[in-house]
């Protein structure tokens, strides 16, 4: 990578603040954008209801491409983020469905490579969940009225 190229990753680095509707922030620039591909992942589901499942997820998940040099934030930090999605699903055959998954997700909060705790209390990522949801809520009721003019 050339000096001019250091230059212009270096001049929007993660850790630069960034301002976004009056709101100070770090990390990639609003309309930033990242593709990523999973490994073979394990979803596990228990039904709890007729219509509710729990589920977990977990795979590792590598880069479409590489990162430039010198950005993103060091090996070992850690998100927790919060994730609404549609799953649509159609079956295929008795053992196969074709699956996807469009939706929103936000960071509730981060920790640090080589800290113990993370940026914000529980309490205060619930508060933020609650906010967003409630949000949301807000959201989705306008959608229906304007669907029922």
Known sequence: ???????????????????FNGRKYTGMRVGGSHKWYYDKGTWSEKKI?????????????????????????????EYHWYILAHQNARKLDANNYATSMTGIKYKLAHKHAGKLNWNTSDNQQRKQL??????????????????AR
Not at 1 to 18: D, F, I, L
Not at 60 to 76: F, I, Q, T
């Open 130 to 147: 609650i906010q967003i949801l409630e949000e949301l809520i807000i959201q989705v009721k306008s959608e229906m009225l304007e669907d």
């Open 49 to 77: 209801t007729p219509d509710k499942w729990e589920l977990t997820y977990t795979v590792n998940k590598k880069r479409a491409w590489d990162a430039p040099e010198g950005s993103g934030v060091p090996v070992g930090t």
């Open 1 to 19: 990578m050339n000096r001019e190229a250091v230059a212009k990753v270096k001049s929007g680095a993660y850790e630069e603040y960034k301002e």
